[in-house]
């Protein structure tokens, strides 16, 4: 079954390409289709986000949609950037601009800065929804480190690792992570219907 992924975010492409490779599914992602939509994520929590895009790209496409919804909750500063996490410094914002704003943010809290991340995966195509969660606990660092992934990834340190998300192979975050996690799960889901 072919599968677009509603996601203008290469990272996560990449690592959820890795997941579904070896199955019936093949995944395209909006890139591939050469399509470049911002759709306006309006809802407040991640499942109703990762919804919205799920939605928005079936009804241009009226094929079968994956999207992902997904964010970072730190303990300490309350649950932020949560929602908010891709544009946490601003609109256009890059995601070194995102790491010094929680970096500043944390200093005035003593370590150990648990978080986790979050990501809300969701199926949709116009009958079937299947939604799916997974997440990954650990902790922030404030000295950034590493170079793969996207994202929050070189100041995260997942529990049970002394390496960053950023200093891991996507394999090796493909092992563990909360995409990973979710959409693992829709996999096998979709296998069944
Ligand atoms: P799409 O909406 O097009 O999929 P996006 O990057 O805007 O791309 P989200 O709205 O789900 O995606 O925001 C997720 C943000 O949370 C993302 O931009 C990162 O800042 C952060 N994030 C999520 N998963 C992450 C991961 O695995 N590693 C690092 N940061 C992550």
Known sequence: MKIIFATQNKGKAKEVKAIFANSPFKIISLYGLGNEIEIEETGSTFQEN???????????YKEPVIADDSGLEIEQLDGRPGVYSARYAGENCTFDDNNLKVIE?????????RAKFISYAVFY????????????????I????????????PIFIPDGFDSTLAELSLEEKNK???RAKSFQKLKEALARI
């Open 50 to 60: 990762s919804f919205i895009k799920a939605k928005a790209i079936f009804d241009i």
């Open 105 to 113: 943010e944390l200093k005035k809290f003593p370590e150990p800065h």
């Open 125 to 140: 195509d116009g009958k079937n929804r299947i939604e799916t969660i997974g997440e990954l606990h650990g902790q922030i």
């Open 142 to 153: 404030k000295e950034p480190r590493g170079t793969n992934g996207f994202g929050y990834d």
């Open 176 to 178: 563990i992570s909360h």
